[in-house]
C-alpha cells in the first residue's frame, strides 16, 4: 500500500462512525476472527451490534477514497464465478461442498 493510500484511512471512535462510512480495514474481535471484512458499509444496525460486542474503535476511508461499492460488487461475482467454475465438477461430494462454502465467505471478506 502506498503512503499516499494509508494516510487517507482514518481511525476513529466507534462512537463517531456513522452509517454509510465505509471499512478501511477488517474489523476483528479480540480474537482475531472477522467480524466485517475490509470495504464493509456501516450500517445503523451493525453499529449497534458492534456496540453490543464492546468494539471501541474502527478504521474508515476517508469520504473521497471510499471504494465504489459498484466495483466491490463487481469483484465479489468474479471471485465467486471464478470458485464456481473450479467446483464445476464437484457436486455430489460433500466434502468438496463444504470446502467451496468455506471458500465462498473467505473470498467475500477479501474484496
Not at 487517507?8 to 471499512?23: C, F, P, Q, S, V
Not at 451490534?49 to 473521497?64: H, N, Q, S, Y
Request: charged share 25%; glycine share 4%.
Amino acid at each position: 500500500m502506498s503512503a499516499s493510500k494509508a494516510s487517507k484511512r482514518n481511525e476513529i471512535d466507534l462512537d463517531h462512525a456513522a452509517a454509510g462510512m465505509t471499512l478501511a480495514d477488517a474489523l476483528l474481535d479480540a480474537n482475531g476472527s472477522v467480524l466485517l471484512p475490509q470495504d464493509a458499509a456501516l450500517t445503523a444496525p451493525v453499529l449497534a451490534a458492534l456496540r453490543r460486542r464492546g468494539v471501541e474503535r474502527c478504521v474508515v476511508w476517508t469520504e473521497e477514497d471510499a471504494p465504489d461499492p459498484e466495483a466491490l460488487a463487481r469483484a465479489r461475482a468474479l471471485r465467486l464465478q471464478r470458485l464456481e467454475h473450479l467446483f464445476r465438477h464437484c457436486a455430489d461430494y460433500g466434502g468438496s461442498q463444504a470446502l467451496l462454502a468455506q471458500l465462498r465467505v473467505y473470498r467475500m471478506e477479501q474484496v
